[in-house]
């Protein structure tokens, strides 16, 4: 089947994904979309399907059906790898940085950068250091020695630092996989703080959480997942902070918005 | 008083040039006891049977340690005349040698006793009967009363602990613990602890001083050292003061800010945190530890035969241990070593005798290169199993174990050994040009310019700048950049003299006349054999010292590995796919790719390894490399490896070969029954991973 691309100007559009595993139909014909330099917040109570529809776009599963399309061309994302490749960074709850490693290791990990004495090739560790400082400092992030092992910090900067090494290696898309469900108030706060600084930087970033409170500041669209459908799009400006977390836990939109929806079919 | 001085004010003018000529005295001391040890007029610990004017370890330490110490007392002098707040910090540092000479000194009468009463145990001789009968005077006495100080000591302590333990624990008691009176029980008073240890102590002392004259009375057959009292009373001399002055300075410093700042890393918290950035911290201590105690035990300890007999025994070893590194910091484990090991030694043998099947019979090189190819490809099947099937590397090499076992089994039937000399005649040589030699030591010396040219410069600068911020600062600031250009350079100018030494013995006899050496002495001779074939290598080693050159061959490898794991991407990777799997894998690193290559590279030394242990002893039996996966993995966890993953070094594998050949040899040395020596190996390894946690605890604050 030929897809078409529904929003030509969008970073990503994905188009009527599916995705079963075995008889389990997770995600039943999902359009999604990011706008270039847009927020958008994915959200969705557990299980709706928001982490399966994110590892489909950064390659962990294939899609059963449907068609990704990447900075406006149709895209085959067979492996974490080729998501790499298009430029998506995704930044896990967990899975984001080597604990034992230090900050220049970690800054670098999987593009190191080397210089050559005859045949072999070694690690710059002088140019790894002094740069990731240099890169972090630029979207806030002030490290104290870049020696230091990642483990001895907190929660709110490792992700600081995930997210500054996407910034750094000049990503288009950053995913944020709930970023600040372990974080303190005053380290969500950074976070955000790093994540419209990703965006002034000219970055697309996708926020999923279940929590509306920390990803409402600073979203611009909010795209709701229930049960492998989408509830809907609703733009900032459309929804208050009440009625979307009203609508994770009903499943149901609204009667003030269902006339947006309509006249949004209608068009 | 001393703090008024150093701010220039007079009412502390008397006291502190009262000090500053106590550190004038200290300083000739320091400079007197390395003379007197240095020039054998204070002989430390010197078994009668070693010759007078030969140096142990221990008196080397004592005077560098001596000179250091009286450089600082030196230091400090100035300081305190020229009235710089730095002073302190040089005193600082001066007090902390004292405590290691000193207490190297205490150590030395420590250890030999102590392990004569280990002995004693052992033998069930009522030390109290032998003393009484054979020694008489004052000793019963003393032993009396030692005995009976640690008694009440240990006494004391036991009501405390339980006192505190009777209002911890009971529930009524709970809210007496706010009472005044009850805290005083809870928490006893710092002082009363420090009397009751201090108690303890002395009781110590006094047995300690008992046993230095019951002790050898029964042990003349052990080459343990012979205890000296008198070193007992010089170890206090130096001891106590540095100990009281050390905590006097603390004191002060922690009084003013401006201190503070100019003592700003104390001794011992320098040295913490410099270990606490090596994965090797608990090995480096462990080594230290483990080597000073059966130097201070044995004189034999530092015989070079000794020394050439832990390393030989423990260089096959040491090569996989390298391995095991790599694999055990990517997350993975490798339980097939020892039979991987068996494969490479007999398919090494067999391609020489019966034959490759394809080739026929081959030189020892190419059957080397094809063993160790066997060797890779075993560990490729290890790697590929464990990534297809994602069953645990513990379970999948324990089925290897046992299946490559298998192969040996069933090509040498019937339990024979397959040995060389069945087949051949004479071991393989190869006749080779003695300009080869020299060119290859030219090169040698080339390559040591060239690294000059290019480091040198660089360090220079860094030391320079260094040096000039200390300046600035009045002599605080870091001082890494200078110790490592000192230190490079002393690196180099040995190395230096190694390669002009080989240069000048090889050029000797350049002739062009051909040399004979043999293979298996090229992979794992010998050193001395080798020598003797050409006789031109002049090598002074002991004909009987077994150096082999498969030392040479691990320690280039260890040089080689630790570069690639610490300073290349690969080498990033490896860690990564051991410490984060998934971050790893976002990172866009082939974890698969790397835990399979490991797998490779472990199978791989194993199967140079093969190819020393035949080279050693050409012949090969069925069980061959049987245990060594334990051995190899003890060495590998002491070395500070973690089982979890993601952190070591192969440099801590090193030291943990090391700290096991030692135990294997010193242990002998030392008298005590080689039964003892796994029990032995079992506590140091539980000891070395506490250190290690430890360690990195220290490293995360």
Known sequence: MEYKQKNPDALVDMIDIHKYFGSVQVLRGIDFHVDRQEIVGLLGDNGAGKSTLIKVLTGFHTLTRGQIFFDGDAVDIASPHDARELGIETVH???????????????????????????????????????????????????????????????????SIAIGRAVYFGKKLLILDEPTSALSVGETQKVLDYTIAAKEKGMSVIFITHNIRHVYEVADRFTIIERGHKLGDFYKSEVTENEVADMIVTGQIPERLRLYEEAAVGE | MMQAYLENKNEGRNIGLLVTLLMLAFTVVGALVAAMVGFWWMPLGEYENIL?????????????????????????????????????????????????????????????????????????????????????????????????LISVSVLVLVLIALLALFVFIIPPLESLRRMEGVRLIVAPPRRLIQAILLVFALGIICVLIAGIYAVPLHLDK???????????????????PAFFGYRQVRQ???ESDELRRAVALTPGKFIRAELAKSPSAGAIIGFIAIFMTFTMATDLFLEPSSIASYLSNVATKGVIAIGVTYLMISGEFDLSVGSVLGVAALSFMLF????????????????????????????????????????????????????????????????????YRDYHAEFPVFAISNIVFVALAVIGMALVAFTAYRVLPVLLQGAGRAWSIRRENGDFGTSGAIVRFIVFLVVLLILLAIVVWLVAVFGYHIDGGLVEVGYFDIFNGRVSAIGSQGDFFHLEIPRDANVRLAILWWFIFVAIFHIILTSTSFGNSIFAAGGNEGAARAQGVNVDRVKVQNFVIVAGLTGIAAIYETARNPGVDPLKGQGWELEVIAMTVIGGALLTGGYGSVVGSLLGALIFGMLQTGLVLVGIESRLFSGTVGVIIIAAVVLNTFVRGAQRN
């Open chain 2, 222 to 240: 052990t080459k343990i050292r012979v205890a000296e009292d008198h070193r007992i009373l010089a170890g206090l001399i130096f001891f106590l």
């Open chain 2, 52 to 148: 007078l004017n030969d140096f142990n370890a221990y008196e080397i330490i004592v005077i560098i340690a001596s000179i250091i110490y009286a450089v600082c007392c030196a230091r400090t002098t100035i300081g305190l005349f020229r009235r710089e707040q730095s002073s302190l910090r040089w005193s600082q540092w001066m007090f902390f040698i004292t405590l290691i000479i000193s207490g190297a000194i205490l150590l030395s009468v420590v250890i030999p006793v102590g392990l004569k009463f280990a002995l004693l145990l052992g033998q069930n001789i009522d030390l109290r009967t032998q003393i009484n009968e054979e020694v008489g005077g004052l000793v019963p006495t003393v032993l009396s009363l030692g005995e009976g």
């Open chain 1, 93 to 159: 709850q967990d899975l984001a940085l080597v604990p034992l490693m230090s900050i220049a290791r970690n800054f670098w990990l999987g593009q190191e950068p080397t210089y050559k004495v005859g045949p072999f090739h070694f690690m710059d560790k002088k140019l790894m250091a002094s740069e990731s400082i240099h890169a972090l400092a630029d979207v806030g992030i002030h490290i104290r020695d870049p020696e230091e092992t990642v483990g001895t910090m907190s929660g709110g900067e490792r992700q």
């Open chain 2, 352 to 419: 020489m005798t019966e034959g490759a099947p394809v080739l026929g019979v081959l030189d020892p090189i190419p059957a080397a290169l094809l063993a160790i190819f066997v060797a890779m490809v075993l560990g490729a099947v290890n790697g590929v199993l464990l990534i297809t099937t994602r069953i645990p590397s513990f379970i999948v090499t324990l089925g290897t174990l046992l299946a490559y076992r298998a192969i040996t089994l069933v090509a040498i039937a019937g339990g024979r050994i397959l040995r």
């Open chain 2, 252 to 254: 002060m410093r922690e």
